[in-house]
């Protein structure tokens, strides 16, 4: 089943903006809100000490006294005012209507919120006595100015407008760094490729990411890499038939230009022309297995009885004794390959081996499991390579310094060509008496007799 990370990513991301934005709007626009409704301490305080004020006028002067101080704040205040004792009875002599009586249901406390009421009236306070609340409280209706303000239209805008706005356009570039830029950088280098420019291999960053994206960004990688590859091949292959070409044809003019006998000229003609057709015959194998990349018929191959044929020929064309190229492989090593391929394979590798080695010199092969595959390791006793030369042993017309033959430097890269279509893969080291090439593949079973 295929994971989808960047859908979950994206569902994230909305989930929390609109979770982020509900939050501004409710909790902290509610919030802010609410909070303007309260009196500040400074107004409470203020409030309070008219309560205390109106207790120590009822304790010390009595109902009289207390009257007058409540019409005097009323005026001072222009609002209303009265005191009540502990069953809400009116403590001066002013009696309390039944309409006062039902405002009175609706008195709030200093540090409630304040605002007006469905009449729009403005709200009735309950200040408490601050020595002897059980003894009486002020009663005032909240004078207007020191009635919130409530929430401005400004601060709704800010919660309500700007907040929102600025979450969204929060949102857009999460959405452009995450989406869009890397999407302009693919098309970037896809405008690059269009345009022929091949030469950058610096890999974009997104291959390091776990999604969708990611995974385009490496297919798309891998395609600029094959195209590259597959130019360098191109200007390779004609630079070096420009080169490998016109030394045999410029031979086969001179010799035609000769005044050599009849057989000598047959016969270097044959070993002109017979050179010509090996290079040609391998680069075309070559290319072949690069462009088309086959896919090959495997099967289990018993990889010992391969190395004996394969020492057959090569000790007849070498004059090697059978003894020089030991196999340590035993009859469970069966690899699942293309019959044909590893005999190609294995012969180059052989033949190089040989012609490297020194007199008297072995080939060894040997090997051992690993996991679902077969390591095999093909041991000269030669003077190796140096090691920077390693990885060029396997590049396409390249003879290193000492190399011994007039070959043209396809075989190796045709054998790991060989091997890669097989899911094997095929290197070299320099072991302790000469140069190892191994050889990973994958294991096959055992063919019952």
């Not at 902290?28 to 120590?56: I, K, V």
């Not at 005097?72 to 209303?80: C, F, G, R």
């Not at 302009?184 to 091949?198: P, S, V």
């Not at 005044?259 to 680069?283: F, G, S, W």
Request: with cysteine; proline share 7%; charged share 20%.
């Amino acid at each position: 089943m295929r994971r989808h990370p960047l859908l979950w990513k994206l569902a994230l991301l909305q989930i929390s903006f609109c979770l982020l934005l509900t939050w501004i709007i409710w909790i902290w626009g509610l919030s802010a809100e609410r909070q303007t409704y309260f009196l500040t301490p400074q107004e409470r305080d203020y409030l309070a000490d008219y309560a205390q004020q109106a207790e120590r006028i009822w304790e010390d002067q009595g109902t009289d006294a207390l009257e007058l101080f409540t019409h005097q704040l009323a005026t001072k205040e222009d609002t209303w005012v009265t005191v009540l004792g502990p069953h809400l009875e009116s403590l001066s002599n002013t009696p309390l209507t039944p309409e006062i009586y039902r405002q009175l249901t609706f008195m709030r406390q200093l540090n409630w919120p304040m605002s007006r009421r469905l009449q729009d009236e403005l709200p009735f306070v309950s200040i408490p006595f601050p020595n002897h609340p059980e003894h009486g409280q002020l009663v005032i209706q909240l004078p207007e100015r020191l009635l919130p303000s409530g929430l401005t239209p400004w601060t709704h805008v800010l919660s309500h407008g700007v907040m929102p706005t600025l979450l969204a356009a929060l949102l857009g570039l999460l959405l452009y760094r995450h989406l869009v830029l890397p999407l302009n950088r693919l098309r970037d280098r896809a405008d690059a490729l269009r345009a022929d420019d091949l030469d950058s291999e610096i890999p974009l960053p997104l291959i390091k990411r776990r999604d969708e994206l990611g995974e385009l960004a490496n297919a798309f990688e891998h395609m600029a890499s094959r195209l590259r590859q597959s130019l360098n091949q191109q200007r390779l292959l004609l630079r070096t038939l420009s080169h490998e070409l016109r030394t045999p044809l410029a031979r086969l003019r001179i010799a035609h230009d000769s005044h050599l006998p009849v057989e000598q000229l047959r016969q270097r003609l044959d070993r002109e022309i017979d050179d010509m057709q090996h290079l040609l015959e391998d680069t075309l194998n070559l290319a072949w297995m690069d462009t088309e990349r086959p896919q090959l018929n495997r099967e289990p191959v018993l990889v010992r009885s391969v190395w004996e044929a394969l020492c057959e020929d090569a000790c007849f064309e070498s004059g090697w004794t059978p003894e020089r190229l030991p196999c340590l492989l035993g009859t469970d090593c069966y690899v699942h390959v293309h019959l044909d391929s590893l005999a190609h394979a294995l012969e180059n590798l052989l033949r190089n081996a040989i012609r490297y080695s020194p007199p008297q010199g072995k080939v060894t092969l040997s090997g051992w499991r690993e996991g679902d595959a077969w390591h095999l390791c093909l041991q000269d006793e030669g003077p190796g390579v140096a090691p920077q030369d390693l990885p060029r042993l396997f590049e396409p017309y390249q003879r290193l310094t000492g190399s011994i033959g007039e070959g043209f430097g396809l075989g190796l890269a045709i054998a790991q060509r060989g091997i890669e279509l097989q899911n094997g893969r095929l290197w070299a080291t320099n072991g302790d008496s000469g140069l190892c090439m191994h050889l990973l593949l994958p294991a096959g079973k055992c063919l019952e007799s």
